[in-house]
């Protein structure tokens, strides 16, 4: 499986991934498809502040 990092910070912060999507401006579908190949390690960043972000407004 492809991003892990991603999907595994995501749910043990509790954050959906459409939640994620909708933080970045994106459908849930969209970033559904994106999360099938491995991304690169800037837009992971991005995306990991973003659950974190996510998490703490939790």
Known sequence: MNNTEIRARAKSCGVKL???AECMG???HTFSRKL????P???KS???SIIDKLSNQK
């Open 18 to 20: 459409w939640e994620i």
């Open 26 to 28: 994106i459908a849930d």
């Open 36 to 39: 099938r190949k491995e991304l």
């Open 41 to 43: 390690e800037e837009e």
């Open 46 to 48: 991005r995306i990991l």
